[in-house]
């Protein structure tokens, strides 16, 4: 699964695109949801916690933590604007 990162996400994983693997060798959890995917980011990645509010878009329309993922999808994580 591929991940596109903006802003503060892009800076904290120094990178603009994430490959995020749908099959699990370690015996980890892989995310179905965008929730889960925030949790495994947050988890991997902890100074994403410290970004107040990411919003997470699933093939272009902005998605909620229940909803479902897949490796096909296009998946975005968009930081607030700076102020």
Do not use: H, R
């Amino acid at each position: 699964m591929t991940i596109l990162l903006f802003g503060a996400t892009k800076d904290i994983i120094g990178t603009p695109t994430l490959s995020v693997p749908t099959a699990s060798l370690s015996g980890k959890k892989i995310p179905n949801t965008v929730g889960e995917l925030k949790k495994f980011l947050e988890n991997t990645y902890p100074e994403l916690k410290s970004i107040p509010q990411v919003t997470v878009a699933v093939n272009q329309n902005y998605a909620s933590d229940g909803d479902k993922i897949n490796s096909y999808d296009e998946i975005a994580l968009i930081p607030p604007p700076q102020v």
